[in-house]
Structure formats: structure tokens, C-alpha cells
């Protein structure tokens, strides 16, 4: 197919936060925080978050740019990767009146055996794959130098995308609890 009427550029986002327009959404990535905001665990691993604003303006730019196609940009919007159960204490910082508990799954007790668990493998792989050994032990980091530089993305703050994805949540009542916090602290 030499002359194609189109060319393919990827973008590929970290977990994408943001606000949500309807409970549907609470299967999407804001799920991790519906977890935390209602005092259940979430996942113990390191991840790169991404507004949902900034993706779509990814796609965007993306389009309007010809020097994009063909490539690959991954679109993470902070700049070290964070542990999930952080996210729960930044929302607590965001809403200190009411409790958020985002207790890590597994503990920290049990990361400390996987890793140790390292110097034996044939016993770790009886507890856990490959795959969710590294999911647990390793961090991960996302570089989003060549969405910036290329793309020109200029990405929302942490703290600004979770006060809108949680802001929201409360709207459509996916956390009906918090409707009485409209104006969470916004000084971190």
C-alpha cells in the first residue's frame, strides 16, 4: 500500500483520571478511585496517571500535526510514577473532613516477602506469576518527553485532575457521601 490516504499515529495514556458524566464510567479507570473514596483496597503498584483532557488534546494535536504520523507517544501526565494508595492520600489532603482509607492490596508486609521471595524463585512462582511478582516490585515510569516536545502537551496537575474526578463523582452520586464537601482544600 504505497500510497495511503491516511497514516496511524499511537497514544498511549497511563490510567486516565478526570471528571465522569455518568456511573457508567465507574468501570472505567475512575474505578481506582471509587475503591479508595468508599474504603476499600486498591492495588499496591506503581502507575503513571493521566488527565483525560490532556489525552484527548493528544489526539488533537496528534491530528493536526503531519510530523506525528507513524509515531508513538506515551501521554502521562505526572512526572514519576506513583504507588496507587498514594492517589488516596493526596484525595485526603483534597477532602479532609471525611475518612478515605486507600489500604494497599497486598500489604506492604507481603511486597516485602515478594522481593524476598526473589532470591528463591522456584518457591515465589508457587505464590504468584512473573507477571504480578514485577507488577508489585518494580517501578514503572512513563516518559512523556516526546508528547511534550512534539505534541506541545502541557499537562493538568495530579491534584487538580483527582478534585475533578472526584468532584464529579459526587455529581452523577458514585460518592454520594462527600456531597456535602463542596469545596475540598485545594493547597497541596
Known amino acids: 500500500m504505497q500510497d495511503k490516504p491516511y497514516d496511524v499515529t499511537c497514544i498511549n495514556p497511563t490510567?486516565?483520571?478526570?471528571?465522569?458524566?455518568?456511573?457508567?464510567?465507574?468501570?472505567?479507570?475512575?474505578?481506582i478511585i471509587r475503591q479508595f473514596m468508599n474504603g476499600k483496597t486498591v492495588f499496591n503498584v506503581t502507575t503513571g496517571y493521566v488527565d483525560v483532557e490532556d489525552v484527548a488534546d493528544g489526539h488533537v494535536q496528534a491530528l493536526m500535526r503531519e510530523e506525528a504520523g507513524g509515531q508513538?507517544?506515551?501521554v502521562n501526565g505526572v512526572p514519576d510514577s506513583l504507588y496507587m494508595p498514594r492517589l488516596g492520600e493526596i484525595a485526603q489532603n483534597l477532602y479532609p473532613k471525611y475518612k478515605i482509607d486507600a489500604s494497599p492490596f497486598?500489604?506492604?508486609?507481603v511486597l516485602a516477602a515478594?522481593?524476598?521471595?526473589?532470591?528463591l524463585p522456584a518457591f515465589r512462582r508457587l505464590?504468584?506469576?512473573?507477571y504480578e511478582f514485577n507488577s508489585?516490585?518494580?517501578?514503572?515510569?512513563?516518559?512523556?518527553s516526546k508528547s511534550i516536545s512534539e505534541l506541545g502537551l502541557k499537562y493538568h496537575r495530579l491534584n487538580?485532575?483527582?478534585q475533578r474526578s472526584v468532584d464529579s463523582m459526587i455529581q452523577v452520586g458514585i460518592n454520594p457521601r462527600l456531597a456535602d464537601n463542596p469545596h475540598p482544600k485545594t493547597s497541596i
Open 15 to 31: 490510567i486516565t483520571l478526570g471528571p465522569v458524566f455518568t456511573k457508567v464510567h465507574t468501570k472505567a479507570s475512575v474505578s
Open 127 to 130: 505464590a504468584i506469576t512473573d
Open 106 to 109: 497486598p500489604p506492604n508486609w
Open 114 to 119: 515478594a522481593k524476598m521471595g526473589n532470591m
Open 72 to 74: 508513538r507517544y506515551i
Open 160 to 162: 487538580e485532575t483527582l
Open 136 to 144: 508489585l516490585t518494580k517501578t514503572f515510569m512513563f516518559d512523556n
